[in-house]
Structure formats: C-alpha cells, structure tokens
C-alpha cells in the first residue's frame, strides 16, 4: 500500500543532544509536512516543504530544521532538545497546496532524557 | 479569526448510539473541512471531508453535517460501535493555502 513511513516509532535522546526523525512517502506527494503533537492537543505545524521549497511556520523554534533530499524523503532535525520538545512528531503529506487531503504517517514518539 | 471550535472535549456514548461532535469557525475563507479519527499511538486518518457548496455528505456510518450560514459543521457517526472510540479532530483550510486549523479535539468512548 502507498504510504507515508516514519522511523523510529519511538527515539529516546539525551538533553541537548542533536536527534534526527526521518519520514518517506510512497505516495509521490508534492507537499511533505512536519507536525509536533503533544498530549491531548491537535497537531502544530512547525514547517512544510512544497516540492523543495521550505516554508517555516513563523512561531517554529530556530531549533528545528528539515531536509527534503528528494521528493520520497524529509527529515526533521531538532538542534538541541530540549524537555519541552518530548512529543509525538508526525510526518503528513499531500498532493499539493490546493485543498487536498493529508495523509499522516503514524508518528515519532520522542523523548528527553 | 483563524480558530475552529470544537465541542465537546469529551464524549461518552452507548454501542448503538449516535455520537456528535460540533466544530464551528469565524473565517468565511474557510473551504475545506476535513474531518481525522486518531487512535492512540497513531497517526491521524481521514475520515471525510467536505466542500461548503454541499450541506451534507455521508460516507458509510459517518455523516458531515454543514451549515454555511451559522459557520459550524458536525460530524455524526450513527450506529457508534466500541471500535469507533477515538480522538477526532475537526480542522479548516483555506483554499490554495497549505495549512489546517485544527479544533482541539474530542476524545470518544463508546461502550460495549
């Protein structure tokens, strides 16, 4: 089945230590999104790339990065968690911009040590 | 406004019962309403969506319910079963933007 595919399931990462997320979609989608999700709340965009163009969201902390190195793969870097940064990360991804469904991976669940 | 209420937080509901969950928006620009069910665990799943130039749609047991003129949109799910307990999150966009609003959720038990 086409899918978006996140790895690890869980990370477990020491405080200020640097943690990368990875995501890879089957789908061929032209947008591939980054969510942060903490518990009981809605998912908080941090940033999304439409093909290779990174777009920010203006409230992400300087913090967290992303890489697209091709359409099928996008990872999110976190410079130097922090306990703040314990949540679940979720990868979506969608045709393109114009009202199309996301499809979401089934998350990283990070945590701080 | 670029906020999607949605209510209640949480909702308790017999096997065989409908359950209703209420989501309502300020911005007129809003043409997209998406509808996610999420499992503990796992990531959110479409479940159905709608467009504002229809009042309804349904999809199996699953019914979108919009009201253009009073801003809000429901989701029902007749027939609840134990296997529908869920979070659902109700979110909005704006068409050829990138971005939902999400509503804060609503955490539902169905009991067997």
């Known amino acids: 089945d086409a899918m978006v595919i996140q790895n690890p399931r869980y990370q477990v990462t020491q405080f200020g230590k640097p943690v990368t997320l990875s995501c890879s979609q089957t789908?061929?989608?032209?947008?591939m999104y980054w969510y942060q999700q903490k518990s009981s709340q809605a998912p908080k965009l941090l940033f999304h790339y439409y093909d290779k163009d990174f777009n920010n969201e203006a409230d992400t902390p300087d913090n967290f990065q992303s890489r697209r190195p091709n359409t099928s793969f996008c990872f999110l870097d976190i410079r130097s968690p922090g306990l703040g940064d314990a949540a679940m990360y979720l990868c979506?991804?969608?045709?393109?911009?114009?009202?199309?469904?996301?499809?979401f991976g089934d998350g990283t669940r990070l945590s701080i040590l | 406004q670029q906020q999607v209420k949605q209510s209640p937080q949480s909702l308790i509901v017999q096997k065989g019962g409908i359950s209703i969950i209420n989501c309502a928006y300020e911005n007129t620009a809003f043409d997209y309403f998406p509808w996610y069910q999420q499992f503990p665990g796992k990531g959110p799943a479409l479940l159905i969506a709608?467009?504002?130039?229809?009042s309804e749609k349904k999809e199996g047991r699953f019914t979108i319910s919009f009201n253009k003129s009073a801003k809000q949109f429901s989701l029902h799910i007749m027939d609840s079963q134990p296997g529908d307990s869920a979070t659902y999150f109700c979110a909005a966009s704006i068409s050829g933007t990138y971005k939902y609003i999400f509503g804060t959720g609503t955490r539902l038990k169905v009991l067997a």
């Open positions: 709608i467009r504002p130039d229809v």
């Open positions: 979506a991804t969608s045709r393109d911009r114009a009202n199309q469904p996301q499809h």
């Open positions: 789908l061929n989608h032209n947008v």
